[in-house]
C-alpha cells in the first residue's frame, strides 16, 4: 500500500485526533486493554481502510466503540434487558457484546456479518475522543494483521508507521489482553473471546453462559468459527513456541538441557534458568502476565529465537485469557510435565 505520514499525537491533541476520525481517517488510539486502530464505524470507506491498514482479512469484523449505553440503539435491532445488565456491571470496561446489527453500521464495520459487537471503553482518553468525533469508532486491536495485539504506542509505531494517518500516545495499556467478546445472539449467552472480565463474573449477571469451543481447542480447517476473529493465526512469535505446564522447578528441570532454546517465563523464574530468557510478569500474579504477555511475545522476535518454551501460568481471574492467547501463541502445541524428583538443580549458581 502507498505510505502516507503518521503524526504522532499527544493526548494534550484530542482536537485533532477528533477532527482527524470526522474526516475518515486512521488513528491508533489508547484504550485500557490494547491499543486499537480506530475510524469513523458509520463510514463505510474509512472502516475499509483499516483492513487495508492492518493486512485483515475482510470477513473478520471490527468492534464498534461507543462512550454511552444511549449511542447504542442507534447501531442495533434488539436491546435485549441483559444487554442493560452487563452494561450497568461492566461498562466502562473490557468486555465486548455482540447483537443483531441495525442497517446504519456498514457491512465494511461489520465484515459482513448480520451482527455487531460493541463497547464501552473504560480507558478516559478513548471515551473523550469517541465524544469529540461525534461518532462511534470502529477499532480492531492497532497491530498488524497475525502480530500480538499492541500495549503501548511503540508497538504501534513498529508495525503501523507509514499506514495510518496518526498514532495517539496514551502511555502503556493497563489490562494488556483484549477484552472479553461475549454474544447475547445465541441462546444462552456464549464468550467467544476470554478477557479481564470473567465467566465467573459474566454469570454473577446471566447465570446461563457458555464458552465457545474455540476458546481452548483447535478448530478443524472446515470447522465454522462463531467469531471470525478465531480462526485465524493469531499473535504467534518467528519463532516456534511449545507451551509448558507445570511447577516452576518442573520448568526449571525440563529446561536444564535445553540451552538452545528460549524461555518465555515468570519474573522470579529468570535466575534458575540456565536460557536466555524472556519474562511476563509475576507467577502468582495473572493481571501482571496479562499486562506483559504482548511485549514478551514481541521480544521473542526480537531475541531471534527458533525455538521457545513458554511456561503457563495458572488459570484463574484473567488467567484465562493469558492462556487463551498463550495457547495461540503456541498453535495449540502444549505438554505437561511430569513431577521432578528431589535434588535435581537445573544449573550450578557461580
Ligand atoms: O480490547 C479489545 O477488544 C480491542 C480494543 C481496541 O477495543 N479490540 C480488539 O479488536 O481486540 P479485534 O478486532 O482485534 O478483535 C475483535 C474480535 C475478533 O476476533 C472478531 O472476529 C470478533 O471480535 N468480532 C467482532 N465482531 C464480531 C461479531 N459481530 N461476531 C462475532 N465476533 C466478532
Ligand atoms: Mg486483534
Redesign the pocket.
Known amino acids: 500500500m502507498a505510505t502516507r505520514e503518521t503524526k504522532l499525537l499527544q493526548t494534550g491533541q484530542l482536537a485533532q485526533a477528533a477532527a482527524l476520525l470526522r474526516a475518515g481517517k486512521l488513528v491508533a ?1 489508547p ?1 485500557e ?6 475510524a469513523d464505524a458509520l463510514n463505510p470507506a474509512a472502516a475499509a481502510a483499516i483492513y487495508a491498514a492492518k493486512g ?1 482479512p475482510s470477513d ?4 464498534v ?1 461507543v462512550a454511552s449505553v444511549e449511542e447504542i440503539p442507534l447501531l442495533v435491532r434488539e436491546l435485549p434487558d441483559a444487554l442493560y445488565r452487563l452494561a450497568e456491571a461492566y461498562w466502562p470496561g ?1 468486555m ?1 457484546v ?1 447483537l443483531p ?1 441495525s442497517e446504519r453500521v456498514p457491512d465494511e464495520t ?2 459482513g ?1 448480520d ?3 460493541i ?1 464501552i ?1 473504560a480507558h478516559p482518553v478513548a471515551r473523550e475522543l469517541i465524544r469529540l468525533a461525534g461518532t462511534p469508532l470502529a ?5 498488524l494483521s497475525g502480530k500480538p ?1 499492541p500495549t503501548c504506542a511503540q508497538h504501534c509505531i513498529n508495525d503501523l508507521s507509514g499506514r495510518v494517518d496518526a498514532i495517539l500516545d496514551g502511555g502503556p495499556c493497563g ?1 494488556g ?3 472479553t ?1 461475549l ?1 447475547l ?1 445465541t441462546n444462552p449467552p456464549r464468550i ?2 476470554p ?1 479481564a472480565v470473567t465467566l465467573e463474573m459474566l454469570r454473577k449477571v446471566l447465570a446461563d453462559i457458555e464458552l465457545d469451543e474455540a476458546v481452548f481447542t483447535h478448530l478443524a480447517d472446515d470447522q465454522k ?6 480462526k ?1 493465526k493469531h499473535y504467534a512469535p518467528k519463532a516456534k513456541v511449545v507451551l509448558v505446564h507445570g511447577s516452576s522447578e518442573q520448568f526449571r528441570a525440563f529446561m536444564a538441557d535445553k540451552q538452545d532454546a528460549g524461555a518465555l517465563c515468570f519474573d522470579e523464574e529468570e535466575k534458575g534458568l540456565c536460557c536466555r530468557c524472556v519474562t511476563y510478569g509475576n507467577g502468582q500474579d495473572a493481571a501482571s502476565q496479562a499486562q506483559r504477555l504482548f511485549d514478551a511475545l514481541r521480544q521473542l522476535d526480537t531475541e531471534n529465537f527458533s525455538l521457545v518454551y513458554a511456561h503457563a501460568a495458572k488459570e484463574g481471574g484473567v488467567g484465562q485469557a493469558v492462556y487463551n492467547r498463550l495457547l495461540r501463541a503456541a498453535g495449540f502445541e502444549e505438554i505437561v510435565l511430569p513431577v521432578v524428583e528431589h535434588g535435581m538443580p537445573a544449573c550450578v549458581d557461580l
Request: glycine residues 8%.
Open positions: 488510539i484504550t486493554t490494547v491499543y486499537g486502530l480506530a485483515r473478520n469484523p471490527l468492534i466503540h473490557p465486548t455482540v446489527k461489520s465484515g456479518l451482527t455487531v459487537a463497547r471503553p477499532a480492531p486491536s492497532a497491530n495485539s489490562v489482553v483484549e477484552s467478546v454474544t445472539c467467544l473471546r478477557g468459527a462463531a467469531s471470525p476473529g478465531m485465524y
